[in-house]
């Protein structure tokens, strides 16, 4: 299972003596995280800000904002080094991911969105920690304790919420509609851009592998830290 190792790409330019079917799987990752960063921010982190109930929450609600925006930031000016157009790395150019078409109104909401949807993140990154592509797993390296952040965020402001028996029956209300949208953010199983990035040490893990992964951790959180229920979804 394990592929032939990749020499390590050390820098962007780099990239211009390396197989064009790599070059083009790299792109593809920077691109998708450089308009999800983005759009993930416009549409939960910043009008999240507005939900918080106390200046407190605002308060690291700005900061999981400020992160978002600055993941965008770091991705884009990585992706204009690979020659990636600004263009594609805008929500307007690149369709953004379905997990953000979750209408947010309620902070209950966001703080579902940052325990699971955050976890669902830290997967894909953890598997760009040994990326074959230096730049991007440095990117991976600097990303990965600010979504950590957000994860625990999510957790510590939805045990908070879950103390009262009102709070839990809202916690769990936006689980039941929210959980639904995540196993598709791995991708379909089998996938053939899944295939390469792991021949080219882009990715350890097949998709199928990360989502089931993603399925016992957000279960334990749910279920076994928050005493709630995980809903059953169809297998992808
Ligand atoms: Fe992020
Ligand atoms: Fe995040």
Not at 38 to 44: D, I, S, T, W
Not at 49 to 70: D, F, H, N, Q, S
Not at 101 to 109: A, D, Q, R, Y
Not at 183 to 211: C, H, Q, T, V
């Amino acid at each position: 299972m394990t592929e032939a190792a990749m020499t390590p790409i050390e820098t962007a330019e780099g990239l211009k003596d390396a197989p064009a079917d790599y070059r083009d799987a790299l792109c593809k990752i920077v691109r998708s995280h450089a308009v999800n960063e983005l759009y993930g921010a416009q549409v939960f982190d910043e009008p999240a800000i507005a939900l918080a109930p106390t200046p407190y929450a605002k308060w690291l609600t700005c900061r999981v904002a400020m992160e978002e925006y600055g993941h965008h930031v770091r991705f884009r000016e990585l992706g204009l080094q690979m020659g990636i157009p600004e263009q594609q790395m805008q929500p307007s150019g690149k369709r953004p991911l379905s997990i953000f078409e979750f209408p947010l109104k309620t902070w209950e909401e966001f703080c579902v969105i940052k325990l699971l949807a955050d976890l669902a993140e830290i997967l894909q990154v953890e598997d760009l920690l040994h990326c074959s592509f230096r730049p991007l797993r440095n990117l991976a390296r600097m990303t990965m304790p600010e979504e950590r952040f957000h994860a625990q965020f999510g957790k510590d402001f939805c045990t908070e919420l879950c103390a009262t028996p009102e709070g839990r029956a809202k916690v769990q209300d936006a689980i039941d509609r929210y959980f639904p949208m995540l196993p598709a953010f791995f991708g379909r199983s089998g996938s053939a851009n899944n295939a390469l990035y792991r021949k080219y040490g882009i990715k350890l893990r097949k998709n199928e592998e990360m989502r089931a992964d993603f399925l016992d951790r957000a279960r334990a959180l749910v279920e076994d830290h928050l005493k709630l229920k995980l809903p059953e979804i169809a297998a992808a």
